[in-house]
Each structure stands twice: as C-alpha cells, then as structure tokens.
C-alpha cells in the first residue's frame, strides 16, 4: 500500500512559469514532510520541509503548502529555471511511527527555455 | 566532511552470489536507513536504523540483512543475489528529520 503518492510522473514548464508538483498522502500519523530533488546519477538532496503544525513554508524560489484535511502537499517553484529539470519526491514521516522517512514515486520536472 | 560514503558505486553479480554494500558516515548521526530505487517506484525504504545495534525493517525487506555495530557504518548484505534484485541503491543519515544521502550503488543481477 502506497502511503505517499505522486501521481503525475513528468511535468514539463516554460523557464519563468510556476511549477506546481502535487503529492498525496494516506497515513494520517504523518507529521513531517519534506521534498527531494535528484539529479541522474546522484543522490536525493533535501530541498525543503513542512512540519504538520504548519500550512505553508516558503524558501526563496521554492514554498510547500500542505492541506491536511485534504492530505495534500504541494511544491511551488516560482519564477521556473531550466536548472531545475530533476526528479521531484515526496516524503512523509511519523515521529510516533518510528520516524521512517516514506517517499512517493517522483516526478520528472522539465523546464524548457 | 565526505557526508555519506557508499561503496561500490556499480556492481554486477550472478543470480546466487553474495556481497555487501557498504556505507559510511561521518556526521555522528543515529539514524540510517537503505532505500532501493526502481522505475515507477520512487525510493523504498528497506532496513533502517535509529543508532547502534538496533535495526528495524522497512517496507521491501525480504532478501536484505543488515547490521549497525558503529554509529559510522551501516552495510547492507544480499545472501543470494536475484534478478528481481538489479536496482540502484542509496544509503541515508539523518539528523531530526533532514536526511542526508550517498551517490548510489548501482547493481545488476544477472
């Protein structure tokens, strides 16, 4: 069973647009959530995080938004650079649940000049 | 600071064999855990460990062993290698909720 899923495996923006990646979550324990960015041939490298106590945390280019009662997140990347064509994941992690970091599928962003 | 070492970055193994991949920090971090990285699948955790001599199975455990006898080390073994098994495989540390990660090991299993 998925408990982190990101539906969209690609999403291709024009440089200067909003890029907007969207990320699902089932276990309602989850008060932690973070966003990876990964290069090929390289590790997953922390972008940002919310903690569940939070709606919003905003980080120069880049805001997290998490609707709980939805069990929804969403990454904002504003104004879009082609420097950020990577591979976006989702992950979500319970304290009282032994604190496992739980990732969802990714998605392939394109930034297109 | 080298962060999160993982060794070997590309291995290739016959159905049956065994080996170990190693990982290393150097951040005096408790918590470790191995992910493994497939098409379509994103990252799944499959052993972690919240400080020595205590380990834990994540969600894909079957045909993995670990073992955390130093806070630095934290290798993960195959017994018996299986095609089913050819994945890239990343190593992490984590400090709160933060989690560091290694370059990756790449296996085939043939």
């Known amino acids: 069973d998925q408990q982190v899923k990101q539906n969209s495996p690609s999403l291709s923006v024009q440089e200067g647009r909003i890029s907007i990646l969207n990320c699902d979550y089932t276990n309602s324990m989850f008060d932690y959530f973070l966003w990876y960015k990964k290069y090929p041939a390289e590790g997953p490298t922390f972008l940002i995080s919310i903690s569940s106590i939070k709606d919003k945390n905003e980080d120069g280019r880049f805001t997290v938004f998490l609707n709980k009662s939805a069990k929804h997140l969403s990454l904002h990347i504003v104004p879009s650079q082609p420097g950020d064509s990577a591979v976006y994941f989702c992950a979500a992690s319970a304290y009282n649940q032994g604190g496992k970091l739980i990732f969802g599928q990714g998605t392939e962003l394109s930034v297109k000049p | 600071n080298a962060g999160v070492t993982q060794t070997p970055k590309f291995q290739v193994l016959k159905t049956g064999q065994s080996m170990t991949l190693q990982c290393a920090q150097d951040?005096?971090?408790?918590?470790m855990s191995w992910y493994r990285q497939d098409p379509g699948m994103g990252l799944r955790l499959i052993h972690y460990?919240?400080?020595?001599?205590?380990?834990d199975q994540g969600e894909v455990p079957n045909g993995y062993n670990v073992s955390r006898s130093t806070t630095e080390d934290f290798p993960l073994r195959l017994l018996s290698a299986a095609p089913s098994q050819t994945s890239v495989y990343f190593c992490?540390?984590?400090?709160?909720?933060?989690?560091?990660f290694g370059q990756g090991t790449r296996l085939t299993v043939v």
């Open positions: 992490a540390s984590r400090r709160d909720t933060e989690a560091f």
């Open positions: 460990s919240v400080g020595a001599g205590i380990t």
């Open positions: 951040m005096n971090h408790e918590y």
